[in-house]
């Protein structure tokens, strides 16, 4: 079992910065492929930014490219998300998910493709 707990959220200006860190228990988690979505109020879940099992290959949507950053540090069993410039639609709670053990570099980018989530942490953006 792989427990997830987010932290980081707050409220910010638009065009700041917030870094949102995703804990891990587990002993897989250095295998396991990792990723941030978002859940905005009366819209569905959305994936945000997605990192490989060894932090080599990453990848974002479309519309957070440019301005997110996705990283992980497995000695510390901990995924981060940057976010630089925010926007007030980038306000939702984003949760960080993790699917079971995989070398596999491929882009996991679907809800469905993710066996753990964390509860969420909130971020507001003002404009």
């Known amino acids: 079992q792989v427990q997830l707990v987010e932290s980081g959220g707050g409220l910010v200006q638009a065009g700041g910065s917030l870094r949102l860190s995703c804990a891990a228990s587990g002993r897989t988690f250095s295998s396991s492929p990792m990723a941030w979505f978002r859940q905005a109020p009366g819209k569905e879940r959305e994936f945000v930014a997605g990192?490989?099992?060894?932090?080599?290959?990453?990848y974002y949507a479309d519309s957070v490219k440019g301005r997110f950053t996705i990283s992980r540090d497995n000695a510390k069993n901990t995924v981060y998300l940057q976010m630089n410039s925010l926007k007030p639609e980038d306000t939702a709670v984003y949760s960080c998910a993790a699917r079971k053990p995989s070398l596999f570099s491929r882009a996991y980018t679907e809800r469905g493709d993710y066996d753990y989530w964390g509860r969420g942490t909130q971020v507001t953006v003002s404009s």
């Open positions: 990192i490989n099992y060894s932090g080599g290959s990453t």
